[in-house]
Structures are given as C-alpha cells and as structure tokens.
Nanobody, 119 residues
C-alpha cells in the first residue's frame, strides 16, 4: 500500500509564496511514473476541490482561481510531486492534499497539510 506524506505548509502573508512537497513511499519508481498526480484543497465548510493536476505524460491543468499563480511539478526519480504557490491570497487558505491516481483501486491520498494565508 503506497503512502503519501505532504510537507511545506504553514502560515504565510498575503502575496507570499509556499512550496508544497509530497513524497510517495512503498512504491517503486517506475510505478510512480505511471500515475496521474494532483493537488486538492479543502477549505472549512467547503467541498474538496482539485487545484492542479498532471498526467503521467506531464500534461497539466489548473483550477481557474489559481491559474498563473500555482505550478505543479513532479520528480519521478524521487517519487515526489510539488506545488509552487505564489501571490497567495486569503482565499487560498485550506488543507491541501496530494493524490496519485491510476484508476480503480490505485488511488492514494496524503494526510493533508494546512496552508493559512493571513496577515
């Protein structure tokens, strides 16, 4: 069973930047490269939403609120994915989750990490 662990969250002022990381374990490198990866977030009282996605072929897609500010990337050799977040706004405050998905039961989630944007 693969495990995902996020890091890099915290408190940042509006306009600031953060870089989230997610490391996969209990998974061989070649398997990781076959997954689509994504970052989701869930704000209090709201549903979890996809923020950024990247296919195994590195095609990306972003939610409208974060386009031009967030960048998703992956390092298959390290079994990691990243989310670079710039020009952060208070409305970006949420718990952020990383996700690996290859369809069916091959769908893994991290435990979530808090990002708070506040002055």
């Amino acid at each position: 069973q693969a495990q995902l662990v996020e890091s890099g969250g915290g408190l940042v002022q509006p306009g600031g930047s953060l870089r989230l990381s997610c490391r996969a374990s209990r998974m061989i490198t070649s398997t990781f490269s076959m997954f689509d990866v994504a970052w989701y977030r869930q704000a209090p009282g709201k549903q979890r939403e996809a923020v950024a996605t990247m296919t195994d072929r590195r095609s990306t897609n972003y939610a409208d609120p974060v386009k031009g500010r967030f960048t998703i990337s992956r390092d298959n050799s390290k079994k990691m994915l990243f989310l670079e977040m710039n020009s952060l706004k208070p409305e970006d405050t949420a718990v952020y989750y990383c996700n690996l998905d290859r369809g069916g039961s091959d769908d893994y989630w991290g435990q979530g990490i808090q990002v708070t944007v506040s002055s």
